[in-house]
């Protein structure tokens, strides 16, 4: 993890996980789901914003607009040009030439990448159907998320979850 800031919500979010499994109580399934979804989240967020935190962006305005866009990921209609020139009170034909020459991406391919890092880590850590994850996510549907992935990984979704996840240990029999 890279931001302090984090660090006590992760430690949260891990007791909160081991005192909810350790319990058999109804919907402890959905309550473990969202916990790791979250940690999960906090992942992806750390892991996205370590590539400006190294390249010595000083502008805080466009951190600002990277910390907007990971708090409104789960919101599309937040996320479209307009809305975030608005909010930033920076032109709408200005945004996205602003952003790229301070992160060298464009605001859209930054959103795009941040969404499918999100996809990754979903199809990696945990087992989530393609459509919930297209769903959460804002795709229009599973084949958006398919075509979207592909372009931008070069595989589909369903490969890249054979191809890179981990086996989990199995546990010892009681």
Known sequence: MTSENDKPLISALATAVVH???KDE???K???QQLI???LTLVARNISVRPLSQSNIADATTLDIVEYIHANIYQPDKLKARRIADHFNISLDYISE??????????QQFIMNY???L???RLLHSDMRLNEI???LGFTDESHLAKTFKKYGGVSPSEFRRNNRRVPASRPAD
């Open 115 to 117: 969404r499918i890092s």
């Open 119 to 121: 996809a990754k880590i």
């Open 30 to 32: 959905e309550i473990l």
């Open 37 to 39: 979804n979250s940690f």
């Open 26 to 28: 109804p919907f402890q």
């Open 134 to 136: 297209a769903d959460e």
């Open 98 to 107: 602003y952003f790229k020459k301070h992160t060298s991406h464009t605001l």
């Open 20 to 22: 909810e499994y350790k």
